[in-house]
Nanobody, 122 residues
Framework: QVQLVESGGGLVQAGGSLRLACAAS????????MGWFRQAAGKDRDFVAT???????YYADSVKGRFTISRDNAKNSLYLQMNSLKVEDTAVYYC????????????????WGQGTQVTVSS
């Protein structure tokens, strides 16, 4: 089992920045590919970014150039630096762990956090 706890969400004005963190506990964090997803009210859960065990990253087109995913295996932590935030980035953000691969497919992830709310005001 892997337990994931997100933090760092909040209310920010458009154009601002936030840094989300995901603390992992349980099994060896470095063995898992990690991802960030988001779900806006009334919509499906969407892929945001993923990072492999080797540090390779992949982003959704909607966040490319604005968001940066990173991991610190020594701290069992995953991060999402979000810059130039837009109103349409408003959502609950979830981190997830995959024992298989870094992917944009939610069903490939084994463990999920409870989410942290990000609200971007105009």
């Amino acid at each position: 089992q892997v337990q994931l706890v997100e933090s760092g969400g909040g209310l920010v004005q458009a154009g601002g920045s936030l840094r989300l963190a995901c603390a992992a506990s349980g099994r060896t964090f470095s063995n898992y590919a990690m991802g960030w997803f988001r779900q806006a009210a009334g919509k499906d859960r969407d892929f945001v970014a993923t990072i492999s065990t080797g540090g390779n990253t992949y982003y959704a087109d909607s966040v490319k150039g604005r968001f940066t995913i990173s991991r610190d295996n020594a701290k069992n932590s995953l991060y999402l630096q979000m810059n130039s935030l837009k109103v349409e980035d408003t959502a609950v953000y979830y981190c997830a762990a995959s024992s298989r691969s870094a992917t944009n497919r939610p069903f490939m992830y084994d463990y999920w956090g409870q989410g942290t709310q990000v609200t971007v005001s105009s």
